[in-house]
């Protein structure tokens, strides 16, 4: 049976909780040097480690305390959740060399490290993607956004064998292009990051899944290297970006397993958060073909700011419409090149 791994939205994930508040982070600073439940003298079984773990979180405060010790015994048993193990298998003693594993996996939890980096890979739709700090981890709404890219993509392509390209603003993981090739195998994508810690991830992890051959990864900046990238890309079907989008002013109430782990630049979209928004669409309508459409992930309080600054500001470009996030938040924009 296959279980498919997913930490809460109500957590790190969710925009509502998702800042912690300035007490919060003081908190985690006087909390920061936490040390780990004595290792047992005697043998314990995965049940009970687990449980030693899940306390002991509890107790320390970490988020998702029962979550993060199960999906990292399970990764450490070779599954992917607690739930698809054997039920003997949890039940026998672990051997002293597991058990010292658990206690060196777990024992990165207590400095709120992500689980996505502890274990060293997450799923994402279909796809299990290798992870490694700093390089944002995708979240589920970015699931839906690819969602939307492909419904839309496939609904605007009159015959399935048409060649499709697609070009991808900040890559991360790659989590994004790899879901698309994946699912439509006709499309190419090009796909860009300003870390070269992203792109080399990138790469790893298409050519994990075998789709590097019709995946280009480069390392460029969208607003440094605007001109070489514009040399590079034009007539792509489609422009999709999850891009930095955070307000500043909100970088410094992040969770501690964002703000202490994750890539600042892939997450501070300056002052309102449009800094790169704003690049992506001043430079989209000369990559996309006639009609050719932009897809974001962006901030629920960007939608009508985008489609303002869009009407006044760039020519060419029509703002289609925004779509809400599976909790009913404004949380993607679909802009349109117009037939020139
Ligand atoms: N949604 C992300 C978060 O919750 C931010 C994503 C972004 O800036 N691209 O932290």
Same mark, same amino acid.
């Given at each position: 049976?296959?279980?498919?791994?997913?930490?809460?939205?109500?957590?790190?994930?969710?925009?509502?909780?998702? !800042?912690?508040?300035?007490?919060?982070?003081?908190?985690? !600073?006087?909390?920061?040097?936490?040390?780990?439940?004595?290792?047992?003298? $005697?043998?314990?079984?995965?049940?009970?480690?687990?449980?030693?773990?899940?306390?002991?979180?509890?107790?320390?405060?970490?988020?998702?305390?029962?979550?993060?010790?199960?999906?990292?015994?399970?990764?450490?048993?070779?599954?992917?959740?607690?739930?698809?193990?054997?039920?003997?298998?949890?039940?026998?003693?672990?051997?002293?060399?597991?058990?010292?594993?658990?206690? +060196?996996?777990?024992?990165?939890?207590?400095?709120?490290?992500?689980?996505?980096?502890?274990?060293?890979?997450? =799923?994402?739709? /279909?796809?299990?993607?290798?992870?490694?700090?700093?390089?944002?981890?995708?979240?589920?709404?970015?699931?839906?956004?690819?969602?939307?890219?492909?419904? /839309?993509?496939?609904?605007?392509?009159? =015959?399935?064998?048409?060649? +499709?390209?697609?070009?991808?603003?900040?890559?991360?993981?790659?989590?994004?292009?790899?879901?698309?090739?994946?699912?439509?195998?006709?499309?190419?994508?090009?796909?860009? /990051?300003?870390?070269?810690?992203?792109?080399?991830?990138?790469?790893?992890?298409?050519?994990?899944?075998?789709?590097?051959?019709?995946?280009?990864?480069?390392?460029?900046?969208?607003?440094? =290297?605007?001109?070489?990238?514009?040399?590079?890309?034009?007539?792509?079907?489609?422009?999709?970006?999850?891009?930095?989008?955070?307000?500043?002013?909100?970088?410094?109430?992040?969770?501690?397993?964002?703000?202490?782990?994750?890539?600042?630049?892939?997450?501070?979209?300056?002052?309102?958060?449009?800094?790169?928004?704003? +690049?992506?669409?001043?430079?989209?309508?000369?990559?996309?073909?006639?009609?050719?459409?932009?897809?974001?992930?962006?901030?629920?309080?960007?939608?009508?700011?985008?489609?303002?600054?869009?009407?006044?500001?760039?020519? $060419?470009? +029509?703002?289609?419409?925004?779509?809400?996030?599976?909790? $009913?938040?404004?949380?993607?924009?679909?802009?349109?090149?117009?037939?020139?």
């Amino acid at each position: 049976m296959w279980w498919r791994r997913t930490l809460s939205r109500s957590c790190r994930w969710c925009l509502g909780c998702r !800042h912690s508040g300035a007490k919060r982070i003081w908190s985690f !600073h006087y909390r920061a040097l936490r040390s780990a439940p004595a290792v047992p003298a $005697g043998r314990i079984t995965a049940l009970q480690a687990l449980d030693i773990w899940k306390r002991h979180f509890e107790e320390e405060g970490v988020t998702e305390a029962e979550q993060s010790s199960q999906y990292i015994i399970a990764h450490l048993l070779g599954a992917k959740t607690i739930e698809s193990v054997e039920r003997q298998r949890l039940t026998e003693f672990l051997s002293k060399e597991k058990m010292e594993e658990v206690w +060196q996996l777990c024992s990165r939890r207590l400095s709120r490290m992500p689980v996505q980096y502890i274990i060293e890979e997450w =799923d994402f739709r /279909d796809l299990t993607l290798k992870m490694r700090p700093p390089v944002f981890i995708p979240r589920p709404e970015t699931e839906e956004l690819v969602e939307l890219v492909l419904t /839309d993509l496939k609904s605007r392509s009159a =015959d399935t064998e048409t060649r +499709q390209t697609c070009l991808e603003v900040g890559c991360g993981s790659g989590a994004i292009s790899l879901s698309l090739l994946k699912s439509l195998p006709q499309l190419e994508a090009f796909a860009l /990051d300003r870390s070269q810690d992203a792109v080399d991830l990138s790469r790893e992890n298409a050519l994990r899944l075998g789709l590097q051959d019709r995946l280009r990864v480069y390392h460029m900046d969208v607003i440094k =290297d605007a001109e070489r990238i514009l040399g590079l890309f034009s007539s792509v079907s489609a422009l999709v970006s999850n891009p930095p989008y955070l307000f500043s002013e909100d970088m410094a109430s992040l969770e501690p397993e964002i703000f202490r782990f994750e890539d600042h630049a892939a997450l501070d979209g300056g002052e309102n958060g449009l800094t790169v928004i704003r +690049q992506i669409l001043t430079l989209a309508s000369d990559f996309l073909l006639n009609s050719g459409r932009v897809y974001l992930e962006v901030d629920p309080r960007h939608p009508p700011l985008i489609q303002r600054w869009v009407e006044e500001n760039v020519e $060419g470009l +029509q703002y289609v419409e925004t779509q809400n996030d599976i909790s $009913g938040r404004p949380r993607f924009c679909i802009l349109q090149k117009a037939v020139t």
